[in-house]
Nanobody, 118 residues
Framework: VQLQASGGGLVQTGGSLRLSCTASGLTLSRYTMGWFRQAPGKDREFVASSGWNGGWTSYRDSVKNRFTISRDNATTTVYLQMNSLKPEDTAVYFC????????????WGQGTQVTVSS
């Protein structure tokens, strides 16, 4: 299983970015997919997730109504649309995959840097 994250970059406050995570070696419809982020000196934190059957999504409170996670099982790609970006969103963003009903994320991508300037 490989996860390849892309789409990060430098953006001004209030700007937008769309992250992509392309998966290979798995059937995406059997996995819950999540986005996490890690800022310098901080622990990795949950950002958003999309249920294995596409029936639900979940977000951390600070990104609700600004970020949207979506998935295309046919192309095995998961997206994170990020709008109204703030400096505190600056972090390395990782995508993860968790088998349906598994307790933990078992697969991770390499991360993509998002920097929001004030």
């Amino acid at each position: 299983v490989q996860l390849q994250a892309s789409g990060g970059g430098l953006v001004q406050t209030g700007g937008s970015l769309r992250l992509s995570c392309t998966a290979s070696g798995l059937t995406l419809s059997r996995y819950t997919m999540g986005w996490f982020r890690q800022a310098p000196g901080k622990d990795r934190e949950f950002v958003a997730s999309s249920g294995w059957n596409g029936g639900w999504t979940s977000y951390r409170d600070s990104v609700k109504n600004r970020f949207t996670i979506s998935r295309d099982n046919a192309t095995t790609t998961v997206y994170l649309q990020m709008n109204s970006l703030k400096p505190e969103d600056t972090a390395v963003y990782f995508c993860g995959a968790k088998r349906a009903f598994a307790a933990d994320y078992g697969f991770w991508g390499q991360g993509t840097q998002v920097t929001v300037s004030s």
